[in-house]
């Protein structure tokens, strides 16, 4: 039982609280950011919030997607478009 103890000597009480403070403020930091992360990650996007997205008309999706450039996803005549997979598709371009 004694391994899991800490041992805290000449800190004030208020340093302590200070501390801790701040570790729990990180933590809870670090959480939201990679919760953001996921939750936009997976989010999809209809054909017209994808089309939003890029700033292109609707026919220059239709070839991305049939060239294999984006990927979508559908159910039935449904299509859908996941942020993640069009963030990866951007290429960095050369000066």
């Known amino acids: 039982m004694q391994n899991n103890a800490i041992l805290v000597e000449n800190l004030s009480i208020e340093k302590l609280a200070q501390l801790i403070d701040k570790s729990v403020k990180e933590g809870i930091q670090q959480f939201n950011e990679e919760f953001r ?17 890029f700033k292109i008309d609707s026919s220059t999706l239709w070839a991305w997607t049939n ?3 984006v ?22 371009l050369k000066k």
Request: hydrophobic share 20%; charged share 40%.
């Open 37 to 53: 992360k996921k939750e936009n990650s997976e989010e999809l996007l209809t054909r017209e919030e994808t089309c939003q997205f």
């Open 67 to 69: 060239s294999g450039k």
């Open 71 to 92: 990927k979508a996803h559908g159910i039935g005549s449904r299509r859908y478009y996941k942020r993640s997979e069009l963030l990866e598709c951007l290429t960095l």
